[in-house]
């Protein structure tokens, strides 16, 4: 059984890191863990370990100047300085230290002045800075992630969010006053934007640094303290996480927990005042049933199978490109990425040969030397879609080599509703295609189906495109095109039934980590005002409460 070891950090800025080495179990986006909740007790650790990172901040103010690290190196140095925030009972959890010291941190009132949180938002843009080069060697260790793609993704969309916020934070966090009846013309109606304590972030393998970095912006920005979770599939990746975003962030109040299913189940027997999960459908359950026991909120970002409808009527060599590219970008680890498609047996004869020359383009003729894909992220996500290739027709690719964790970039004819590929979240490089006789039928396909994560639709047609938009229900929608949706902070993003719950990105983020409080502060005189709701009660009180109370309909509404 894994023990978690405190991994104490040197000095002020130094965020708790736990950890556990001996991790056999994983929290793997698209997998099913029905061990997750179902752990023995750990035993709590019983020593303080050093740590790893050390930061050249020594005597400064995390809380006045986050982030100034020019001396943090990650790889190398002792920590000192014991820092006991666990309990040490053998009845004990093992967080239960940690939680209570960031929730301490929070009643203090420390995170919630603007001031504050724009300077530990500030430092994690430091921190992707000066980080940028150990962010794209771990995701490329890890996965074989591509530089472009990696620096897209980890770097520039976290930067984007990073500035949406600070550019807009003073006027998110401003009362929202509302209107008011006649009664209340003389007070004030506010809705206050309250942080909601001590969040959970669990953060999924496949995009490691945004999926964990982005829910962070939006926890900091509202004034929450936070835990992070990475995911230790991406054991490179979550060791830069733990080994160096110490250096940026304030230890009293953000702090890193690493370690597999045993150790997470253990940190979710505590009480968060907010989860924020990314990961499949099975352990989003599992969060969310943990979360019931504290009637913790949750946000569940997870996944599913998102349709790709392409109709007779388009470009199909635009429509080849948009879908290889969105499909097998990141190796097809993606969670909107189009699963499958649905078209004609006409448009799969004209489809076909367009994949393949995009393919080829993207490529090359031997995608396996390119150094514009990557590879799958472990041995045992690479045996689960290897098997999906029994499904359908291999038409394009279907090369496989386990000893790199190399699958080609496949495409699947005439693959049927029954087929293993059609059971499960593909989450690699295969493209399904499942022949339907029309449009009708495709939505009819769509709408039989548990709501994916965004529905793809492609034609020249925009009455068609809007047509897929208004019959099926999905988290997102993007038409003629894959991916893109997700780059706009002005959008929402997130999932709904089996594909999640909560939203985020941008604002929408910022609101997800508030409690947004209807307030209404009153004048203590015109008390007249107020005899007509107490008793007695008569007739004459009824009608003038009724005046100066009711809301009258104004008429009709009419959507353009």
């Known amino acids: 059984m894994p023990i978690s070891t405190l991994r104490s950090m040197s000095s002020s800025p130094m965020l708790l890191y736990f950890t556990s080495r001996a991790t056999t179990l994983s929290m793997e986006t698209g997998s099913s863990f029905p061990q997750l909740g179902m752990q023995q007790s750990l035993e709590p650790p019983k020593q303080q370990l050093p740590g790893y990172g050390k930061c050249s901040t020594a005597g400064s103010d ?19 300085g014991p820092m006991p925030m666990v309990c040490s009972t053998p009845c004990g959890n093992p967080y239960a230290g940690l939680v209570s010291h960031l929730r301490a941190s929070w009643l203090s009132g420390k995170t919630r002045p603007m001031e504050y949180r724009m300077a530990q938002l500030e430092a994690l843009g430091r921190f992707l800075d000066d980080k940028k080069q150990e962010i794209l060697e ?40 509302v209107d008011k009846n006649l009664v209340m013309q003389l007070d004030s109606a506010f809705i206050r934007k309250d942080p909601y304590g001590v969040v959970l972030i669990i953060a999924p393998w496949n995009y490691p640094i945004h999926l964990f970095l982005v829910p962070l912006i939006g926890a900091i920005a509202a004034g929450n303290c936070a835990i992070i979770k990475p995911s230790e599939i991406s054991k490179n990746t979550e060791r830069l996480i733990a080994e160096t975003l110490s250096c940026y962030l304030d230890s009293d109040c953000f702090a890193v927990v690493t370690g597999g299913v045993p150790e997470t189940t253990r940190l979710l027997e505590n009480k968060f005042d907010y989860i924020f999960f990314t990961g499949s459908p099975p352990v989003g359950r599992i969060v969310m049933t943990a ?11 997870l996944g599913g199978k998102n349709p790709c409808y392409v109709s007779d009527t388009c470009n199909v060599a635009n429509v080849a490109r948009r879908v290889v590219w969105g499909r097998f970008f990141n190796a097809g680890q993606t969670c909107i990425a189009p699963d499958y498609v649905l078209c004609t047996v006409e448009m799969q004869d004209k489809l076909m040969p367009a994949l393949r020359e995009a393919i080829t383009e993207f490529f090359g003729p031997n995608p396996r030397e390119s150094p514009d894909f990557g590879r799958i992220v472990s041995d045992k996500q690479f045996q689960r879609i290897r098997a999906l290739l029994g499904s359908g027709r291999v038409a394009i690719g279907g090369q496989t080599d386990e000893a790199e964790r190399y699958i080609a970039p496949t495409v699947l004819a005439d693959v049927l509703p029954s087929d293993p590929a059609m059971q499960e979240e593909i989450f690699g490089p295969i493209l399904p295609i499942v022949v339907i006789a029309n449009m009708d039928e495709a939505i009819e396909f769509i709408n039989a189906r548990p709501q994916p994560l965004v529905v793809y639709a492609f034609s020249c047609d925009s009455k068609v495109v809007n047509q897929v938009l208004e019959q099926t229900s999905s988290g997102g929608f993007c038409g003629n095109d894959t991916l893109m949706h997700v780059t706009l902070t002005s959008l929402s993003f997130g999932g709904i039934g089996n594909s999640g719950l909560g939203k985020y990105h941008g604002k929408f983020t910022f609101d ?5 409080r209807g307030c209404l502060h009153r004048n203590m005189g015109l008390e007249t005002l107020n005899t007509l709701r107490y008793p007695p009660y008569t007739q004459q009180k009824l009608g003038l409460l009724t005046t100066t109370f009711e809301v009258k309909r104004r008429g009709t509404c009419t959507l353009l």
């Open 291 to 301: 979360a019931a026991k504290h009637l913790t909120p949750v946000t569940l970002e």
């Open 62 to 80: 995390p809380g006045k100047d986050p982030g100034k690290a020019a001396g943090c190196s990650g790889s190398s140095g002792i920590g000192k």
């Open 138 to 177: 771990a995701t490329e260790l890890d996965m074989g992630k591509p530089s472009f793609e990696a620096f897209f993704t980890e770097i520039l969309l976290c930067k984007n969010e990073l500035n949406i916020t600070l550019n807009n934070l003073c006027h998110w966090m401003k009362d929202e006053h």
């Open 512 to 516: 997800t980590f508030s409690h947004h």
